[in-house]
């Protein structure tokens, strides 16, 4: 065996026929071979391998999967958090031009190697947190170009973490075509989607007021999915508009946020197997309802928890910490809360190797230690909100953060 950590004193397999909700095991090693787990057993009948790191006093995961960001893009927004303090509103500082257009334009005009270097800094900040897989969207370019490049980059690159490349040209109406918005739908449809289907692995868009309609959604989405794209979509966060419906219909996996989502949405998700992607830091920043977590989980939604990570609507680096907001306002279960950043993220992402630990399963795990003074119980680390560095990190097989340092 290439790689071996031993003696876990509990792991986290998210596989419920090892146990438990989580398929807890307790005192147990976990080995790596050709980039997957080769092996799980009892500590005392661990095979040989050429490198062996403790587990004990750890807690072990899958790699966490954080299946919804907005990671690439410059400039800043300091400025706009600062008249949203003073209570003017998100949306109306998208009309006038400002907002998720204010990074467009920085990101426009920023070089790739910049924007990469950028990225490179966000995402080794991530595995320190023991998030392996990371979905990033394209959306601050909304040019040809500039979409492009986004999505070059992010495939061309060979980042810390798993990237999962999602398109979204549809993220908002660019200025040069704020007159013309059937144009630009045009665009994204006969030039974008067709280019970024070879780039790319989703397709979003953003349906909401200030954005993108049902109609011009369901049009993106449909051709995307036609292209070989997975299907999600920004839903019922500003306003209600029906979009998750549309996205249930069309073949979506998943809907995003859901601040607004009613009865029928619930059901047409339920219906359809999607994955709702609840997304509390934006919840939290723009001071939005509480999406209906209750009735989704009642209807046998599968729930996934993601940052949202962007430089406006939610600012937030911290899965964990999201899951517990999710646990803490939403009232999810602390066992739903980590299925939710593991198994169904990655289900979002429509990696079936990922998200839990099995013999065959992906080579991505997350080793963390309690908070100090506290027992080996995984509740702690939804408890304690946030600020959790992983000790040990495993990614396809690899050993790449050890003591929570970065490996070479
Ligand atoms: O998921 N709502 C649309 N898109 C992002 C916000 C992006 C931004 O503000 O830059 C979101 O909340
Ligand atoms: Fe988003």
Redesign the pocket.
Known sequence: MELLISNVSLLLTMDPSAGGKLGEIRGVSIAFDGGKVAWIGSAGEAPDADRVVDGSGLIGMPGLVDC?T?SLFAGSRADEFRRRLGGVDYTEILEQGG??LS?VAATRSASSSTLASILRERLEERLLQGVTTVEIKSGYGLDVETELRMLRILSEGEWPVEVSRTFLGA?AIPKEWRHDRDGYVKLVLDEMLPAAAKLADQVDV?C?RG?FTVDESEEILTKGIALGLSGRI?AE?IEHTGATEMAARVGALSAD?LERLDDRGIQAMADAGMVAVL?PG?RLYLRDPNPPVAELVEAGVDIAIAT?F?????PVRDLLACATLACVEFRLSIEDALIGVTRNAARVLGRESVGWLGVGSAGDMALFAPPAGEPTEYATLIQYMGGHRARVVVQNGRLVVDNGSLVG
Not at 310 to 314: A, C, Q, V
């Open positions: 919804h907005h907002g998720i990074t993220h953003y909401d954005a920004h966060q946020h997304l934006a949202d962007n430089p406006g609507s939610s």
